[in-house]
């Protein structure tokens, strides 16, 4: 056990932090407000077109804190073990989290790994928890979000689902779909430095970008007004989300936010957000409204309005 | 899902903060430095005397806080859940969650739920995050030990793995063993607040007391001298080891804890521990030496010398 810890992460995540192989790290923060959040990531296959298990258990913890308006700097991350897990696999898995870990400019600080009989797990199941400081001006809430404001959406959704359920059924399509999974945390920083008036940020994960719509609507007590033409799909997932029959508004990304601002900054915001790889579809889908029932409403491609609801039936399941 | 959570989790963790239900939560934390600490818990059974994974979960994470100086600030909470797990057993888990945070004085700020089809998890796996303020004129770390200081034990030890273990296996000794799981925040900070200089702090779980002295005269280089008959051990704990072949030293404790300090400062340092329930059987076990080796000798029961050493078989599986 402590010779696997000391072989697989110190090789991976050696760091003097974490070479002081203490129960906890002490690390210096400036004074304020700090974001903190935690996932568990237990996604089925363990890797998958665009990314794998530790990319996802990074950015995934990475992207809450920037939803928050948090600049991420630290991260926390528990491994449960199945008995019988190949070394090979965990050491793929812990280079993969380094990488995402640089690429993401955090800092995994400390670490903790359990494992656990053969049978009682499923290969591997991480745990990241995250801190990140939260500059003063910053102000998110969905409490925030008010009629009259404006709803952006980052870029494409449906491709983080449709990869990792096609890895997993071992479906091929025409083109190979690759997960959007990737930190967030540069074009929101670049939002808040530029002034923006951020109301609410939420990342598309579980339950895709109409659950994200639905929560807030119901959490703000307002309505949303979207435009289905305004929401961009690619076609090969639009087209895999039809020959599986999911919608691809439900579907998880691991890369897409939407965000809130006041309507005389929706221009400025898409701009920015369009300097940065990750957003650079950012685009206006619709608008806050008044609405005594919450509710969001879609104009769809043939004209007709849709109202969308929370999924009622089974989400797709360890998709992340 | 959602129903789940929002019907357990708000109920026993409600709060402000998490009824926000936002995907991180922002708090406010005076400047300095703060502790991170991580830790997955796995334990089997969900339940024992004195216990069970939820106050493990809360106790556990606390105590890696406090052996880091730290005062004890926030916790994130990350559950597992096995498909089946019956909905009374994870409310009575997150009520005794709720319960033990009260007890340490932390708040859980936010928490995440997956679930894992049958057959892939054991009911629930927990992983819990903290963070702590750790006070300016605290420097504790292996490094810091030194010959000629003293080893202070906080009590008892072995209670915790026998009484997991027992009820594990179903068996019945004279006396129900209770578990020694406790947060032991309160009496580190005593010492911290009345001006002990301590060098370091180590929580005797995983490998127990044995592994946490060698790992600690590994990593500071230096050896330790240590006396049997000065550590605390029931009766009813020695018997049941003796029986199942276990050696006390290297049962997993989750409520005791080592401290090294200066030879001047051992007796304050005592009675400071001892004004403390968690810790009103605290005691000198031993001293820093210089040992060109880093071997930790113990002066046995009968007077002869024995050397401490890591385990080097199997140890208890998923005691904690």
């Known amino acids: 056990m402590r010779d696997l810890i000391e072989r697989v992460f110190a090789e991976a995540f050696d760091s003097p932090l ?127 979000v008010k009629a009259g404001g404006v709803v952006i959406l980052s870029g494409d959704i449906g491709r983080h689902g449709i990869a990792v359920i096609s890895a997993r059924e071992g479906l091929n399509f025409e083109t190979t779909i690759q997960s959007d999974c990737a930190p967030l945390a540069a074009p929101v920083a670049a939002l808040i430095e530029k002034g923006i008036e951020i109301h609410c940020l939420r990342d598309l994960t579980r339950g895709g970008l109409a659950t994200a719509l639905v929560e807030i609507a119901e959490s703000a007590k307002i309505g949303m007004e979207i435009v289905e033409a305004n929401i961009p799909v690619l076609e090969e997932v639009s087209a895999a989300c039809e020959i599986m029959g999911f919608d691809p508004l439900y579907i998880a990304n691991e890369g897409r936010f939407i965000g809130f601002v006041p309507e005389e900054e929706a221009e400025k915001t898409v701009e920015i957000l369009q300097q940065y790889p990750v957003s650079q579809d950012a685009v206006i889908i619709g608008k806050v409204v008044e609405d005594g029932d919450n509710m969001v409403r879609m104009k769809t491609l043939y004209g007709s309005s849709r109202i969308i609801d929370m999924l009622s039936g089974e989400q797709l399941p360890r998709i992340c």
Chains 1, 2 share one sequence.
Do not use: W
């Open 18 to 144: 974490l070479r002081e192989m203490h129960d906890g790290t002490v690390v210096d923060l400036p004074s304020g407000r700090i974001a903190m959040t935690t996932d568990s990531y237990v996604v089925k296959p363990l890797f998958f077109p665009g990314g794998g298990i530790g990319t996802l258990a990074v950015n995934g913890t990475v992207n809450d804190l920037a939803m928050c308006g948090a600049k991420p700097l630290y991260l926390t991350v528990g491994f449960i073990l199945e008995e019988g897990l190949e070394i090979e696999v965990l050491q793929r898995i812990a280079q993969s989290m380094k990488e995402a870990a640089i690429a993401a400019g955090v800092s995994i600080i400390t670490g903790d790994t359990k494992v656990v009989d053969k049978g009682k797990g499923d290969g591997i199941y991480i745990n990241t928890a995250g801190v990140g400081i939260v500059p003063e001006n910053v102000k998110i809430s969905p409490r925030r």
